[in-house]
């Protein structure tokens, strides 16, 4: 099974709160991913890095922002949550070149 | 940019019956992977073909990938309790293309 990480897996927090889920990864990938699944829907790529110090955004809008300073770790802050940042968050991560990538466990988020 | 559609988005069946889902792509693809989810899990890799034509088997799963390269199967025979899920295929474009795009996935739910 895959080295990945993700703290919290569960998280209900008020409206307004800063907030940062942790990535961590032990298999040295340089790839990094975050996804924002709603149950059985969709995968929306939120952010994606190929590398230290290397950042972008995904497809899908979002108003999170991530770091890459290390290669195995890849947090996603959001400053001000609302409760239309409900939903669940995964990381992935996987070698270089084209090759499958390894997920998570995921947070649930929850904003009241 | 790229898409990736599955058909049928959800499917229903008899435990024992047969399921197959159909994955498109808008442009051709260097690669397909797929992956299953699990309800409250996360995606799993399951395989990855490459060839024009590919065809390959684990134990009653059969995956395709389209001799144009641009579409993918997966077909379950004899269905099990233990299949239920989400399957998603994913694509790499052709060449130097460096980001991977899940489809829509379909939601298997199989009845006992």
């Known amino acids: 099974e895959a080295d990945i990480y993700q703290t919290p897996r569960y998280l209900v927090i008020g409206t307004g709160k800063k907030i940062t889920l942790e990535c961590s990864q032990t298999?040295?990938?340089?790839?990094m991913y975050w996804y924002q699944q709603d149950p059985g829907m969709e995968l929306h790529l939120i952010h994606y890095s190929y590398g230290v110090n290397s950042t972008e955004k995904g497809d899908l809008s979002s108003e999170s922002t991530v770091s890459r300073i290390r290669t195995e770790h890849f947090p996603l802050t959001l400053e001000s949550a609302r409760p239309s940042h409900t939903s669940q968050y995964l990381c992935a991560s996987s070698a270089t070149g084209k090759q499958p990538q390894h997920f998570g466990d995921g947070t649930r988020l929850s904003i009241l | 940019g790229q898409q990736v559609m599955q058909i049928p988005q959800y499917q229903h069946v008899q435990e024992g019956e047969d399921f197959t889902t159909y994955c498109n792509s808008s442009?051709?693809?260097?690669?397909i992977q797929w992956y299953k989810q699990r309800p409250g899990g996360h995606p799993v890799f399951l395989i990855q073909?490459?060839?024009?034509?590919e065809v390959k088997k684990q134990k009653r799963l059969t995956f395709q990938f389209g001799e144009a390269k641009k579409n993918s199967s997966l077909h379950i025979t004899a269905t099990q309790t233990t299949d239920v899920g989400t399957y998603f295929c994913?694509?790499?474009?052709?060449?130097?293309?460096?980001?991977?795009?899940f489809g829509s996935g379909t939601q298997l739910t199989v009845l006992p």
């Open positions: 442009t051709t693809l260097s690669n």
């Open positions: 298999m040295g990938h340089d790839k």
């Open positions: 994913a694509g790499y474009g052709p060449g130097s293309a460096r980001q991977l795009t």
């Open positions: 073909l490459v060839k024009s034509g």
